[in-house]
T-cell receptor, first 113, second 113 residues
Framework: DQQVKQNSPSLSVQEGRISILNCDYT??????FLWYKKYPAEGPTFLIS?????DKNEDGRFTVFLNKSAKHLSLHIVPSQPGDSAVYFC????????????FGQGTRLTINP | NAGVTQTPKFRILKIGQSMTLQCTQD?????MYWYRQDPGMGLKLIYY???????DKGEVPNGYNVSRSTTEDFPLRLELAAPSQTSVYFC????????????FGPGTRLLVL
């Protein structure tokens, strides 16, 4: 039973345009959501997060939106750059407790020059 | 400050062999985690620890064992390797405070033949 889903395995975007990556979750107990970026042969690195008391969090070119009623979050990258080409994982957890992360399957983003 | 380090980087095992994947962090983090990532899939939690001497099962613990005798080290043991354990293994750590993220090591690629 996939609690966190990323339904697009891949996304291709032109350099300078907006990249939008989507994520859905089913467990209403999740109250903290994170995006990780992963390059080949490296571990995931933290990108941006949002807690359930907010609906938007911005950090430079990256913005995460949370729609709790739809159990949906999205990551916007504007403008997209070639170095953004990577696999992006959405993850969710509870703020308290052991903070175990549940990951989506990942979306491979390719930025074309 | 090396962060989270994992050894070995790559290993080939024969069915039935055993091995220990090493993980060390130098950030004085309380919480540590082991995940596995199968091709095209997200990361799944194997075991986690919220402090020295305390460990618990994650989503996919079968075939693995862990111990946490020090804050820094969290080794993962495979007793009887099976082809289904072919995967990339990531260790992660975090402080354990509410909105803290997890920091990942570079991963160990394991092939069981």
């Amino acid at each position: 039973d996939q609690q966190v889903k990323q339904n697009s395995p891949s996304l291709s975007v032109q350099e300078g345009r907006i990249s939008i990556l989507n994520c859905d979750y089913t467990n209403s107990m999740f109250d903290y959501f994170l995006w990780y970026k992963k390059y080949p042969a490296e571990g995931p690195t933290f990108l941006i997060s949002i807690s359930s008391i907010k609906d938007k969090n911005e950090d430079g070119r990256f913005t995460v939106f949370l729609n709790k009623s739809a159990k949906h979050l999205s990551l916007h990258i504007v403008p997209s750059q070639p170095g953004d080409s990577a696999v992006y994982f959405c993850a969710a957890r509870r703020i308290q407790g052991a903070q175990k992360l549940v990951f989506g399957q990942g979306t491979r983003l390719t930025i074309n020059p | 400050n090396a962060g989270v380090t994992q050894t070995p980087k790559f290993r080939i095992l024969k069915i039935g062999q055993s091995m220990t994947l090493q993980c060390t962090q130098d950030m004085n983090h309380n919480y540590m985690y082991w995940y596995r990532q199968d091709p095209g899939m997200g990361l799944k939690l194997i075991y986690y620890s919220v402090g020295a001497g305390i460990t618990d099962k994650g989503e996919v613990p079968n075939g693995y064992n862990v111990s946490r005798s020090t804050t820094e080290d969290f080794p993962l043991r495979l007793e009887l390797a099976a082809p289904s354990q072919t995967s990339v293994y990531f260790c992660a750590s975090s402080l354990g405070v509410a909105l803290e993220t997890q920091y990942f090591g570079p991963g160990t690629r394991l092939l069981v033949l």
